[in-house]
């Protein structure tokens, strides 16, 4: 149990197109869902908590309207990276908390490449 | 915000060694969790815990919550190559629903 998926796994871009990445929960429903960013050899960095039915959250120095966030379905959040630059290049990851639950469960992450 | 301090960052394993790291924290947790991360995938859990001094084993694997909940071990027992990756402790913040993570303890086989 407790399966999170992503889609597409790894995504080549050329710079100024936007991308947009999914995140399901596939066996349970998740009103949360969470979005990291991971740069090579660091830890996990929280961009934005995506809440079901309403606004997402971003944390500080992420910009809203770069990096749109959708979380239309109990089970799918999504991810757009508008008008991505090569510093956008970086691997996505989503995390999903289980209703009343504490435990984040994560997908294999979406790398990005923008030339 | 609060924070995690994981160590080792790195450290280098013989097939069949045990080998342990360490999370610490100046605030404290009410759950503790334990993620291991494969190249190229994301996080994995191997172990919760909830509440202070709870020992939990998962295999070849043991984690326990210290008892003032500001720390918590991870040991992997009688270690194989594919115990190589990137171990992350990592607990919600006081409030809401964040994580916080440590950074990372980078296990590697030794050549």
């Known amino acids: 149990g407790a399966v999170v998926s992503q889609h597409p796994s790894r995504v080549i871009c050329k710079s100024g197109t936007s991308v947009k990445i999914e995140c399901r929960s596939l066996?349970?429903?998740?009103?949360?869902m969470f979005w990291y960013r991971q740069f090579p050899k660091q830890s996990l960095m929280l961009m934005a908590t995506s809440n079901e039915g309403s606004k997402a959250t971003y944390e500080q120095g992420v910009e809203k309207d770069k990096f749109l966030i959708n979380h239309a379905s109990l089970t799918l959040s999504t991810l757009t990276v508008t008008s991505a630059h090569p510093e956008d290049s970086s691997f996505y990851i989503c995390s999903a908390k289980q209703d009343g639950g504490e435990t984040q469960y994560f997908g294999p992450g979406t790398r990005l490449l923008v030339l | 915000g609060q924070q995690l301090n994981q160590s080792p960052q790195s450290m280098f394993i013989q097939e069949g060694e045990d080998v342990s790291m360490n999370c610490t924290s100046s605030?404290?947790?009410?759950?503790w969790l334990w993620y291991k991360q494969d190249p190229g995938e994301g996080p994995v859990l191997l172990i919760a815990l909830y509440k202070a001094g709870e020992l939990t084993s998962n295999g070849r694997l043991t984690a326990q919550f210290g008892i003032t909940r500001k720390d918590s071990f991870l040991n992997i027992s009688a270690s194989i190559p594919s115990d190589v990756g990137i171990y992350f402790c990592a607990g919600p913040e006081a409030a809401g629903n964040k994580l916080t993570f440590g950074g990372g303890t980078r296990v590697l086989v030794k050549p």
């Open positions: 605030s404290i947790f009410n759950t």
């Open positions: 066996d349970f429903q998740a009103t949360t």
